[in-house]
């Protein structure tokens, strides 16, 4: 999932070919995340990220701050066909309409795209799901 992925929490290592693949990811999420805790902690973050070697703190904070952006990118963004998932929206007392060709759904009074992920299975552990 994108999420575990991003705050370094992903179970799945696959095969050795992919488990190289996720290392040179994790590698370079880690060179992100430290640059933008050089960049927080010129501001005042250091309380927050001081014993964090990790940067889990730093990279949960960033998904919470970011995950509606990512997920409107991966929703939103439908060229040649990459959709993501999210066919259906609205399931107000079992009125679902389709939702093909938006990328999120109207508000109640149908007058404005919602805010919505599509997904908040990434809150929930990799086991359960």
Same mark, same amino acid.
């Given at each position: 999932? =994108?999420?575990? =992925?991003?705050?370094?929490?992903?179970?799945? !290592?696959?095969? +050795?070919?992919?488990?190289?693949?996720?290392?040179?990811?994790?590698?370079?999420?880690?060179? =992100?995340?430290?640059? =933008?805790?050089?960049?927080? %902690?010129?501001?005042?973050?250091?309380?927050?990220?001081?014993?964090?070697?990790?940067?889990? #703190?730093?990279?949960?904070?960033?998904?919470?701050?970011?995950?509606? %952006?990512?997920?409107?990118?991966? %929703?939103?963004?439908?060229?040649?066909?990459?959709?993501?998932?999210?066919?259906?929206?609205?399931?107000?007392?079992?009125?679902?309409?389709?939702?093909? +060709? #938006?990328?999120?759904?109207?508000?109640?009074?149908? #007058?404005?795209? %919602?805010?919505?992920?599509?997904?908040?299975?990434? !809150?929930?552990? #990799?086991?359960?799901?």
């Amino acid at each position: 999932d =994108i999420g575990d =992925i991003v705050r370094g929490k992903d179970l799945f !290592y696959g095969n +050795k070919q992919e488990k190289e693949k996720r290392d040179e990811l994790d590698k370079k999420l880690k060179e =992100i995340f430290t640059q =933008i805790h050089e960049d927080v %902690t010129k501001n005042g973050a250091e309380a927050r990220y001081k014993d964090d070697k990790d940067l889990f #703190q730093l990279r949960e904070d960033w998904w919470d701050a970011n995950r509606s %952006t990512i997920w409107e990118a991966l %929703t939103c963004d439908v060229k040649s066909g990459n959709n993501y998932f999210r066919p259906t929206c609205g399931g107000e007392e079992n009125k679902s309409t389709l939702d093909k +060709k #938006q990328c999120r759904c109207k508000d109640k009074n149908g #007058q404005h795209d %919602t805010n919505q992920v599509p997904t908040y299975f990434d !809150y929930v552990p #990799q086991y359960l799901r």
